[in-house]
């Protein structure tokens, strides 16, 4: 065949379009003619750079898809755990408290030294108490009402009791006036001696 008609078949024969008479003609006039050898093989290569840029362009919007769905999980992931993080200090740990905001009484009642605290600016009081022989730690919190949590009458009050039987169980009286009662709020702490508290009773 001429070069002509050779030339004419390769983008059909590129494509496998041609039959298989045709194709053992065109490889026959390859093995002799290195020119249309040569367009044969730029052909080819400008046909199999055209599918690899074809598949670019497919799979870069996905790429870019895949980029956005990760940005936008990561970025509700990190709004979720602030608003978790928000909620967990607001309605259930509670956050420090000024103790110029938190009124606290002393009462002395049927062999009990009653601490009663009152949080005056209108949160609700989160509040505990532990104590063993070295010490009495009373913490203090604030934190929101949670819409629907009936926390009581006075959800910003706390009392608090610490039996002298219980105490004289442990040690002499002497040394019972010398037990240590913490006053946590948070950030700061009022350590105040088991006598100290007594004679703000008696006051």
């Not at 040569?38 to 052909?43: A, D, F, R, T, Y």
């Not at 497919?58 to 990190?78: E, S, Y």
């Not at 009484?105 to 601490?115: C, P, R, Y």
């Amino acid at each position: 065949m001429k070069c002509e008609i050779i030339r004419d078949l390769l983008p059909s024969y590129i494509d496998g379009l041609t039959s298989e008479a045709s194709n053992q003609e065109i490889l026959a006039h390859m093995e002799g003619c290195e020119a249309c050898r040569e367009i044969l093989q730029e052909m080819q290569a400008e046909e199999s750079k055209g599918i690899e840029e074809g598949e670019k362009k497919k799979i870069h919007p996905f790429r870019k898809l895949n980029q956005r769905m990760k940005m936008t999980i990561l970025a509700v992931v990190v709004v979720c755990v602030a608003l978790g993080g928000a909620f967990w200090t607001a309605f259930v740990k509670g956050w420090s408290i000024d103790p110029k905001d938190v009124e606290m009484n002393v009462a002395w009642e049927e062999g009990e030294v009653l601490l009663r605290f009152e949080l005056l600016n209108g949160h609700v009081l989160n509040a505990w108490g532990m104590g063993d022989q070295m010490e009495m730690r009373i913490g203090l919190k604030q934190m929101l009402q949670f819409p629907g949590d009936d926390r009581g009458k006075y959800p910003g009050r706390f009392e608090y009791g610490i039996s002298l039987e219980w105490m004289r169980e442990g040690g002499e009286t002497e040394d019972i006036m010398e037990y240590p009662v913490v006053i946590d709020y948070g950030k700061e702490k009022m350590t105040y001696t088991l006598g100290e508290l007594l004679e703000i009773a008696e006051k």
